[in-house]
């Protein structure tokens, strides 16, 4: 029996993939519908397999659909066309999902193996694909419960008002959507609002109650508007839909559980230290959160929290020192550390961080780097800081008790700029900074431009933290004199409401200061 099976259903022709284990089992497998004649998977068989194979991806049975005219089939309603000379979309939409709902979905279970709920039931597609998907899922939901949207067309008019007005889906569902952040940008039509129609999508179905873990969106850096990008998201698409396997103590197959947080398994494991992939809701750049947590039971008021930058590179250091530190009866009190890092396997994720930690500057604001080479893209400092402030502080106050109190923010270089940026702007948002060897040459010293507005709240009394500069002897001099400069500005306005030390560690340079500085930072914080 082959596994690629073209089967004629209403006057369509559908391309059937079955696992492998089909044709040797009599078990029943999910289904994934596939809009355009399932190009997104047509050209990647071999990849699924070794997908499923390895554990990576459960077995599907994947279905692609044929479209007659998919501009009227793929359409909610009627619109005109993008252009002079280009057609019009008729908006047939409601019929083609109704027919895929009561015809073929029918035929398909009668013919297969299926797992007929809803729960096991998908609907994918990219472009105008992913928007009738998406509208089967609102029309249908007692069908499709499970939502592929690849790149999806919500610039189609009308959509977002229909999606503002509306509820978020059944929460019932599960949704992936992706879309890369070069899409539509040389458009000049509706299309250019592209990426920013679907950071709205998310941010709006979350904000209308749809379960956050219900719902994953991945923004790639350089994706365009094809089919190529879109068949690579596919595969990550079907994880998150159906979910990875692995293998149970007794050495069989099941379903990864969904849990929020994971204990840290493989490799060297540090007590009470547990990992978490997180989306930002705005942006919908994805971080990976590393938490560790004192083994006492926390105080009344909750634990101290120390929130780290560049968590790939500090946070094992930070999270050990703690654990050792923070020792009863005479070590310091012990406190929460959580790490901010990004999916890598480096210590510094040096575009990811340019982005997030900085104001956007032009080449003409920065010096020349060493190699000659060009910035990495920058600006991302404001949606960095509302995903720390809505989306990750709620989440780790969810996961352990925590004294909102008690909150610190350490970062280190760009990251040091970064802590001085949140304390000269919403200061409010830690009560503890800790600024190690800060950038603020950055973008022509542009944060020595904030200092007024902040001299007149320390002149006020209004500021309230404690701040930490710290740096190392040998590092530019430039840095030192800068960093110097700053702690002499403060210290004046030293007293009961505002705390500023400074610290130079002798003969460490800017990354061989990073342990030396960890020292200081637990008697800082202790």
Same mark, same amino acid.
């Given at each position: ?300 008021? =909750? /634990?101290?929290? &120390? %929130? @780290? #930058? ?10 050990? *020192? ?93 990251? =040091? /700029?970064?802590? &001085? %940026? @949140? #304390? ?10 800790? *600024? ?91």
């Amino acid at each position: 029996m082959k596994r690629i099976h073209s089967v004629q259903v209403s006057g369509r022709e559908l391309i059937v993939f079955l696992p492998q284990s089909y044709l040797t089992s009599d078990q029943h497998y999910p289904v994934a519908y596939v809009q355009d004649d399932g190009d997104l998977f047509s050209s990647c068989y071999n990849y699924l397999d070794h997908l499923v194979a390895t554990g990576q991806l459960k077995e599907i049975i994947l279905v692609g659909i044929s479209s007659h005219e998919r501009n009227h089939e793929y359409t909610p309603w009627p619109a005109e066309s993008l252009a002079p000379g280009m057609p019009t979309f008729d908006g047939r939409g409601r019929e083609y999902v109704y027919e895929l709902a009561d015809v073929i979905k029918p035929a398909i279970d009668s013919q297969y193996r299926t797992l007929p709920e809803a729960a096991h039931t998908a609907i994918m597609g990219g472009s105008f694909g992913g928007l009738i998907s998406l509208f089967a899922g609102y029309w249908r939901p007692e069908v499709f419960g499970r939502l592929g949207l690849l790149s999806t067309s919500f610039w189609y008019e009308g959509v977002m008002s229909f999606l503002r007005e509306q509820p978020a889906p059944s929460s019932a569902q599960r949704i992936y959507m992706s879309v890369g952040d070069c899409e539509g940008i040389y458009k000049t039509n509706i299309q250019k609002n592209m990426v920013a129609s679907t950071k709205e999508v998310y941010a709006l179905w979350l904000e209308k109650g749809f379960p956050e873990q219900q719902q994953r969106f991945s923004l790639t850096e350089g994706g365009t508007h094809d089919l190529l990008f879109m068949a690579q998201q596919f595969p990550q698409a079907l994880q998150w839909l159906f979910g990875k396997v692995e293998k149970s103590s007794n050495g069989q197959h099941e379903e990864e559980a969904m849990v929020p947080y994971s204990r840290i398994t493989s490799g060297f494991e540090i007590p009470n230290t547990y990992h978490h992939s997180m989306r930002a809701k705005r942006s919908g750049r994805e971080y990976r959160i590393s938490i560790s947590v004192p083994p006492d039971p926390p105080p009344a008021d =909750g /634990y101290p929290v &120390l %929130y @780290v #930058l560049d968590g790939n590179a500090v946070f094992g250091s930070m999270a050990e *020192a703690m654990r050792l530190q923070g020792r009863k009866p005479h070590g310091i009190e012990p406190q929460v550390i959580v790490g901010i890092g990004y999916d890598a396997d480096v210590p510094m994720v040096t575009d990811a961080r340019f982005y997030d930690y900085t104001e956007k500057a032009d080449a003409s604001e920065l010096p020349e780097r060493r190699d000659h080479s060009a910035w990495p893209k920058t600006g991302g400092i404001e949606e960095f800081i509302a995903f720390i402030e809505e989306d990750l502080k709620p989440a780790v106050e969810r996961f352990c008790s925590i004294d909102q109190k008690r909150q610190g923010l350490f970062g280190h270089s760009l990251g =040091g /700029y970064f802590a &001085l %940026y @949140v #304390l000269f702007t919403r200061p409010e948002a830690f009560q503890t900074y800790i *600024a190690g060897s800060p950038s603020i040459w950055w973008k022509r010293h542009s944060l020595l431009q904030k200092w007024p507005a902040v001299e007149q709240r320390l002149q006020k009394g209004e500021l309230h933290a404690a701040l930490l500069i710290a740096i190392g002897e040998e590092e530019k001099v430039d840095m030192v004199a800068d960093a110097e400069e700053l702690y002499t500005r403060m210290l004046p306005y030293q007293g009961d409401h505002f705390h500023v030390s400074f610290r130079k560690m002798e003969r460490e340079g800017h990354i061989s200061v990073l342990h030396p500085m960890i020292s200081e930072i637990m008697r800082f914080i202790g």
